[in-house]
């Protein structure tokens, strides 16, 4: 098997903080090139934020099979802070890889090479189509990497016939959980306007932050539903809460609030925006309120591509993967339009942490789920046992 271990030092090396790629998609395309890949790069964004993507393809026709998957990173923080001093070295310690984008998610594309390269060397005269596609615009603005590359394929008859995110989607153990979909994500800005005045004579203001949390109470009094049988219960939290007043005698003229709702199927985000001027409206509020979503609700339903991810689990892993909808986005919202779209991949939880790690042990059993689910990917569903 190849070993994914040095391929993500090298990934890791690379300082590819969002929107710099620092040399990061040059090691996968050097890779795939190796392969017999023919790869584009696709650069997108305005001249002070360039964004650099990765387009691989092997093979014609079907069955097409996509894997997606991103090499740029956060911030890595204070240096001092990170065991080491240096979140780019790549350095294991005691089975951990430890740097700024082992867990997410370069170890996971390291692992889907080697495995790849492992799949290719089995079946070299495989059917259909294999292509990658890599982004350097995930962790931040999300606009010019795979959200652009999307309709590019599109318009060049390139759209897979369905693709696999890469995102650390296990829980405990390799395995354990396939993401089918994931929920919406709105985010309300309002502001409610009072009357400036006196604290001690109310009866002469109107405070805006009494206002305000009229309105916010029945939204936080109750859960907006209780799931569905994939996708976990909406939430709405309060993220923001503002009224810019630094005096304790004064009440303010205006409050302002940040909310954000994930939610499932249940819910649009109109019918959403609809539920937050309710409430405003029926606490008496003067406001002003303005919604932004970046993602609406999908589901991939079980069927076909479903079962091949789940048929090559179990037989590398012996897990069981239970189909879950959980968590935030992903680069999946910008896929599921196109095609059926999943994700799997390692072990979650030390993303965009100091000390962010991944296990070798799992990049090595990844490596090999991933060979084992292009295997079932592209022989003609139904057909393999």
């Avoid at 009440?251 to 959403?272: D, G, V």
């Avoid at 999943?342 to 296990?359: L, Y």
Wanted: charged fraction near 20%; glycine fraction near 10%; hydrophobic fraction near 40%.
């Amino acid at each position: 098997m190849t070993d994914p271990l040095p391929i993500a030092q090298d990934l890791i090396r690379c300082r590819s903080v969002t929107p710099l790629d620092d040399g990061a998609l040059d090691v996968v395309q050097r890779f795939l090139e190796r392969l017999g890949f023919q790869c584009s790069r696709l650069v997108f964004g305005p001249d002070d934020y360039r964004v650099d993507n990765l387009w691989a393809q092997k093979g014609t026709g079907s069955p097409h099979f996509m894997y997606c998957g991103h090499t740029d990173v956060v911030p890595p923080g204070d240096p001092a802070h990170w065991t080491g001093g240096d979140p780019f070295a790549a350095e294991v310690r005691d089975g951990w890889l430890y740097g700024r984008g082992s867990n997410d998610m370069k170890g996971g594309v390291a692992a889907f090479l080697a495995g790849l390269k492992d799949y290719l060397a089995s079946h070299p005269d495989h059917p259909g189509t294999i292509s990658v596609l890599i982004t350097g615009d995930e962790e931040a603005r999300s606009v010019d990497g795979v959200a652009r590359v999307m309709p590019w394929l599109a318009e060049r008859g390139l759209i897979p016939d369905m693709a696999l995110v890469g995102e650390p989607s296990s829980f405990r153990r390799v395995g354990d959980v396939v993401r089918i979909g994931r929920r919406g994500s709105l985010t309300a800005h309002v502001t409610v306007h009072g009357k400036q005045g006196h604290s001690a004579a109310p009866q002469n203001a109107d405070n805006p932050i009494h206002r305000t949390l009229a309105a916010l109470a029945p939204l936080l009094a109750a859960p907006l539903d209780t799931g569905t049988p994939h996708m976990p219960p909406s939430t709405l939290q309060v993220t923001g809460l503002d009224v810019g007043n630094t005096a304790s005698n004064v009440i303010p003229a205006q409050a302002r609030a940040m909310i954000n709702i994930r939610f499932n199927n249940l819910h649009t985000r109109e019918s959403l925006t609809e539920r937050l001027h309710a409430a405003f409206t029926a606490a008496g509020c003067r406001y002003e309120l303005a919604a932004e979503s970046n993602a609406d609700p999908f589901l991939t339903e079980p069927g076909p591509f479903v079962d091949a991810l789940v048929r090559a689990i179990r037989r590398t892993t012996g897990e069981e993967p239970e189909l879950n909808a959980g968590g935030g986005t992903s680069d999946a919202r910008f896929i599921r339009a196109y095609c059926p779209v999943a994700e799997f991949g390692d072990v979650g939880g030390s993303g965009h942490q100091v000390d962010e790690r991944c296990s070798v042990e799992n990049l090595r059993q990844l490596a090999g789920v991933y060979a084992a689910i292009l295997e079932e990917c592209l022989t003609p569903m139904g057909t393999t046992a």
